[in-house]
């Protein structure tokens, strides 16, 4: 027979576990993204490719680290500051985001922005994120930021 002092020890070690699984069968994580929802993005990010639809809601959804990267792949002519820009032109004063096309026919808009995603979950920095980015683009031409 149990003791009732085996029971209380028992059901606190089940509630433990239980405590500690349910995030886990939640489907969240501790480095989930915020990331915009497709449907509040323009039909032609909904119709393109996931890589293409992920950057643009993560991009949208982050501008205070997307705002810090640099885009390098000859964006700055067209007057694109970061890579931030390559999917947002302008927020008007009631958070009405302008998408910026640019970034649904640039793979290496997408690429930086899909790294950034990556690092970003691995826990990096952004320093150490826009570093990265920096050795790993800066091959392919200027960085447009200022």
């Known amino acids: 027979m149990v003791s009732k002092s085996h029971k209380l020890l028992l059901l606190s070690i089940f509630s433990i576990l239980l405590l500690v699984a349910l995030p886990a069968c939640s489907g969240q994580s501790q480095n989930q993204q915020t990331m915009m929802p497709l449907d509040q993005m323009p039909d032609e990010v909904q119709s393109a490719p996931v890589s293409v639809q992920q950057a643009y809601q993560f991009a949208s959804a ?11 792949c000859g964006c700055g002519a067209m007057g694109h500051t970061s890579n931030y820009s390559c999917y947002v032109q302008a927020v008007d004063a009631n958070g009405k985001i302008t998408f910026d096309t640019h970034a649904l026919g640039c793979s290496i808009c997408v690429d930086i922005t899909q790294d950034v995603m990556r690092l970003q979950k691995e826990g990096k920095s952004s320093q150490d994120i826009g570093a990265y980015v920096d050795k790993t683009y800066s091959q392919y031409g200027p960085s447009n930021m200022p």
């Open 62 to 72: 982050n501008p205070d680290i997307m705002k810090q990267i640099p885009c390098y």
